[in-house]
């Protein structure tokens, strides 16, 4: 079946560095893509959605330039956390809908400012 | 506004009974629902999907039902496991969007 791939699952870095998350859709293309954001024991929370050849349409209150979203093909997303914080330490996930009833989601990223 | 409601927020359940989670949405208008189980620092994945015209829908243990006139679904579990612990989430979608509407998630968790 179709599968998000996304990497790395888990990430430290400093504070003030970048980190990029990719997001890879294996065995279909998707034009479309979602990055969501995860706190500990709370729903997700869409950040962003991602359009190939396109800029990405950003929710309400998500930094732009904070949180970098490229969609170079057909099959990759990423996302790039610049100038990390402490504060931007969270669960990120991609997903990708197939159709109009199925999206698929990636494993996730851990990401860990310190 | 789109909503999704779940309930309850978290359970409690032993290995080897039922249980059964509630999901309360006021998307609109609606296309399909569906049920995603996450496990702790991992992606949801996919349990069951349903459309308007569908009324109940079963994958292995778990058998989601729909009512789209009251605008509930259920997600019923049966016989329990161990790996079933998990946050449960529902998610709708409206009609010609494909940005869902997520629930909150109930948390289970299955003791021996």
């Known amino acids: 079946g179709a599968v998000v791939s996304q990497h790395p699952s888990r990430v430290i870095c400093k504070s003030g560095t970048s980190v990029k998350i990719e997001c890879r859709s294996l065995?279909?293309?998707?034009?479309?893509m979602f990055w969501y954001r995860q706190f500990p024991k709370k729903s997700l929370m869409l950040m962003a959605t991602?359009?190939?050849?396109?800029?990405?349409?950003?929710e309400q209150g998500v930094e732009k330039d904070k949180f970098l979203i490229n969609h170079a093909s057909l099959t990759l997303s990423t996302l790039t956390v610049t100038s990390a914080h402490p504060e931007d330490s969270s669960f990120y996930i991609c997903?990708?809908?197939?159709?109009?009833?199925?999206?698929?989601f990636g494993q996730g990223t851990r990401l860990t400012v310190v | 506004k789109n909503q999704v409601e779940q309930s309850p927020q978290s359970l409690i359940i032993l290995e080897g009974k039922n249980c059964t989670l509630q999901?309360?949405?006021?998307?609109?208008?609606?296309?399909?629902l569906r049920w995603y189980k996450q496990d702790t620092g991992r992606g949801p994945v996919s349990l069951t999907i349903?459309?308007?015209?569908?009324n109940t829908k079963s994958n292995g243990r778990y058998t989601a039902t729909l009512d789209a006139d009251t605008k509930q679904s259920s997600l019923h579990i049966t016989a329990s496991q161990l790996s079933d612990s998990a946050s449960y989430i529902c998610?709708?979608?409206?009609?010609?969007?494909?940005?869902?509407?997520f629930g909150r998630g109930t948390s289970l968790i299955v003791h021996p």
């Open positions: 065995d279909f293309q998707a034009t479309t």
């Open positions: 349903m459309t308007f015209s569908e």
């Open positions: 991602s359009n190939e050849g396109s800029k990405a349409t950003y």
């Open positions: 999901c309360n949405y006021t998307v609109s208008p609606f296309s399909n």
């Open positions: 998610v709708v979608t409206s009609g010609g969007s494909y940005i869902p509407t």
């Open positions: 997903s990708a809908p197939i159709g109009t009833f199925e999206a698929f």
